[in-house]
C-alpha cells in the first residue's frame, strides 16, 4: 500500500500545538521547527541553492512509480520559478 497517502488520508493531526506550549518544545522539536522554518522560506523565496541543500538528489521508489506511471517530476528551479512557488 500506498502509506504516505494512507497516512495523509487517516492520521491527520488531532490538536494544534503552540510553539509557546513548553511541555512539547524542546531541543528535537526546535530542530524540527528551524528544518520547517528553513525549507518554507527557501520554497517561499525562491532560493534554489538552500532547497538544494535541504533535499535529496536520490531516488524514491515512490516517486519512481509515479513516473512510470505517467506522472511527472518539475525539479526545483522550475518549481522555484516566479509564479510556481507559493506565497509567503
Known amino acids: 500500500p500506498q502509506w504516505l497517502q494512507i497516512l495523509g488520508q487517516f492520521c491527520r493531526p488531532s490538536a494544534c ?10 531541543s528535537e522539536s526546535e530542530s524540527i521547527l528551524d528544518a520547517q522554518r528553513v525549507f518554507y522560506e527557501a520554497l517561499t523565496t525562491g532560493n534554489l541553492d538552500t532547497m538544494q ?9 515512490m516517486v ?25
Open 53 to 61: 541543500t535541504i533535499c535529496s538528489a536520490q531516488e524514491s521508489a
Open 17 to 26: 500545538l503552540s510553539e509557546d506550549d513548553q511541555d512539547v518544545v524542546n
Open 64 to 88: 519512481t512509480e509515479v513516473i512510470d506511471t505517467g506522472g511527472r517530476l518539475d525539479d526545483w528551479a522550475t518549481c522555484l520559478e516566479e509564479g510556481a512557488r507559493p506565497s509567503g
